[in-house]
């Protein structure tokens, strides 16, 4: 049976979301994927906070702001508006909705012979713009690599749209580029830093790395004493920034998060503490490896 969500196709293999118009892959943490489908079996129900926690972390011991941070990676992902609400519904006092009219149940599809049977492993994209899960490619896995970047290439694309929805600070389409560019810091051995940077716009004030210095020696200290590592992708732009964290521990489990961090140039101290924050909680959440 398959699960449609407002135009997206639940998909277990890959742990995240398909669109079945564009064919879009849009991965999910692991835990944000347990509460998508426990709103799912629970559809035009309210579900309980408590009951949410229960089901999604079980007995682990999480942060206060878990639950918050997940249902608005949900709300992200499924093309969800935090105020307006169709899709997951927050009921005061009581807990969570999943509009059932956002719901299609549909028998699954037989495979033709010329449809493959597996398809590549598409690197998860995370789900949030408040507080983050995330997590780095294995760098000795190229494949992996290539695949993260292009997947990143199309999202950055759109955000990029969305930043620039047009007048006079938008490039024309067929003059406008989106590269990637590496910041290399090589007192941060487990850091690689990545910037998207788009052909024709002025970014140079958004550079992480110089702003986010002392928080990035931080981090760095925290990814060695866990053994793990940070791969973070970014889009800075006038009034926000887009970051993209994948984490990786040492056995190999890989987190992953969006944020989008409005007015970042404020405060630019409280980013790099924002990002610290969210690596922290990310790896004390991340299962100790078996």
């Given at each position: 049976?398959?699960?449609?969500v407002?135009?997206?196709?639940?998909?277990?293999?890959?742990?995240?979301?398909?669109?079945?118009?564009?064919g879009?892959?849009?991965?999910?943490?692991?835990?944000?994927?347990?509460?998508?489908?426990?709103?799912v079996?629970?559809?035009?129900?309210?579900?309980?906070?408590?009951?949410?926690?229960?089901?999604?972390?079980?007995?682990?011991?999480?942060?206060?702001?878990?639950?918050?941070?997940?249902?608005?990676?949900?709300?992200?992902?499924?093309?969800?508006?935090?105020?307006?609400?169709?899709?997951?519904?927050?009921?005061?006092?009581k807990?969570?909705?999943?509009?059932?009219?956002?719901?299609?149940?549909?028998?699954d599809?037989?495979?033709?012979?010329?449809?493959?049977?597996?398809?590549?492993?598409?690197?998860?994209?995370?789900?949030?713009?408040?507080?983050?899960?995330?997590?780095a490619p294995?760098?000795?896995?190229?494949?992996?690599?290539?695949?993260?970047?292009?997947?990143?290439?199309?999202?950055?694309?759109?955000?990029?749209?969305?930043?620039?929805?047009?007048?006079?600070?938008?490039?024309?389409?067929?003059?406008?580029?989106?590269?990637?560019?590496?910041?290399?810091?090589?007192?941060?051995?487990?850091?690689?830093?990545?910037?998207?940077?788009?052909?024709?716009?002025?970014?140079?004030?958004a550079?992480?790395?110089?702003?986010?210095?002392?928080?990035?020696?931080?981090?760095?200290?925290?990814?060695?004493?866990?053994?793990?590592?940070?791969?973070?992708?970014?889009?800075?732009?006038?009034?926000?920034?887009?970051?993209?964290?994948?984490?990786?521990?040492?056995?190999?489990?890989?987190?992953?998060?969006?944020?989008?961090?409005?007015?970042?140039q404020?405060?630019?101290?409280?980013?790099?503490?924002?990002?610290?924050?969210?690596?922290?909680?990310?790896?004390?959440?991340?299962?100790?490896?078996?």
């Open positions: 049976m398959q699960i449609i407002n135009n997206w196709k639940v998909e277990p293999s890959l742990n995240g979301l398909v669109h079945r118009e564009t879009e892959i849009r991965r999910l943490g692991e835990f944000h994927f347990i509460m998508l489908e426990t709103l079996n629970h559809a035009g129900e309210v579900v309980s906070r408590d009951f949410l926690m229960s089901e999604v972390w079980k007995n682990r011991v999480v942060g206060n702001n878990s639950l918050l941070t997940a249902v608005y990676a949900l709300r992200v992902a499924l093309g969800d508006d935090g105020r307006v609400q169709e899709i997951i519904k927050t009921i005061p006092k807990g969570y909705l999943l509009n059932k009219d956002f719901v299609v149940l549909l028998p599809e037989p495979l033709s012979a010329s449809q493959p049977l597996t398809q590549p492993d598409p690197e998860p994209v995370a789900d949030v713009t408040d507080a983050p899960p995330a997590s294995a760098p000795r896995n190229k494949h992996r690599l290539i695949v993260l970047a292009a997947l990143l290439l199309l999202i950055g694309c759109g955000l990029i749209w969305l930043i620039y929805p047009g007048g006079q600070n938008s490039a024309p389409l067929a003059t406008s580029r989106l590269s990637i560019k590496e910041e290399l810091s090589p007192q941060n051995d487990k850091i690689k830093l990545f910037r998207l940077h788009r052909t024709g716009v002025n970014t140079s004030g550079v992480l790395s110089s702003h986010i210095a002392e928080s990035l020696e931080g981090i760095n200290m925290l990814l060695t004493a866990h053994k793990a590592t940070l791969t973070i992708y970014y889009y800075g732009a006038v009034q926000k920034m887009s970051v993209i964290l994948l984490v990786q521990n040492q056995c190999g489990k890989e987190y992953q998060l969006l944020m989008e961090i409005r007015s970042w404020q405060d630019v101290k409280k980013l790099g503490q924002l990002i610290h924050k969210e690596t922290e909680r990310t790896l004390n959440e991340m299962p100790a490896c078996s």
